[in-house]
């Protein structure tokens, strides 16, 4: 099963970024998208990258959150109002979301219509959305990169 990767820049933005995770939730739920859809938040401190040594890549530094809420009943929303208060940034973090579309073979027709329509709503429009494609140059380093991120 091929994958392919959509990445969104929300920059400082945490209101937008919380947009665009509920509706990729509302959607997994909805459409039964469960292990079809995966995304992953990526918050990265801004001052470690401008403030990197022109002879630094970064490679040393690593996300800082990434949100995963899970649960259900009133546990759900305990822990759902601390993980929202814990993982709420300072105003010096870069939000970046990373979602992996994972469908079958014989699925190529619903692949494109997500492909097509995630970029196009409304949270995402702004976040400057980029698509990557098995056989595209930047694709084995978002795939390492996602993967990194679990």
Do not use: C
């Amino acid at each position: 099963m091929a994958h392919i990767y959509m990445l969104f820049q929300f920059a400082k933005d945490e209101d937008k970024a919380q947009q665009a995770r509920h509706k990729l939730e509302t959607w997994k739920q909805a459409f039964r998208l469960d292990k079809k859809l995966i995304y992953k938040l990526e918050r990265t401190p801004v001052a470690a990258i401008a403030g990197a040594a022109p002879g630094d890549n970064g490679d040393d530094e690593k996300p800082a959150k990434v949100i995963k809420a899970k649960g259900k009943g009133k546990s759900a929303a305990k822990a759902g109002t601390e993980t929202e208060s814990e993982a709420t940034p300072a105003s010096n973090e870069d939000i970046r979301l990373i979602v992996r579309l994972g469908f079958s073979g014989h699925e190529k027709l619903s692949e494109q219509r997500w492909v097509d329509r995630i970029p196009t709503e409304e949270p995402f429009r702004a976040a400057s959305p980029v698509v990557v494609k098995p056989g595209e140059a930047k694709f084995e380093d978002t795939e390492k990169q996602f993967e990194d991120l679990a």
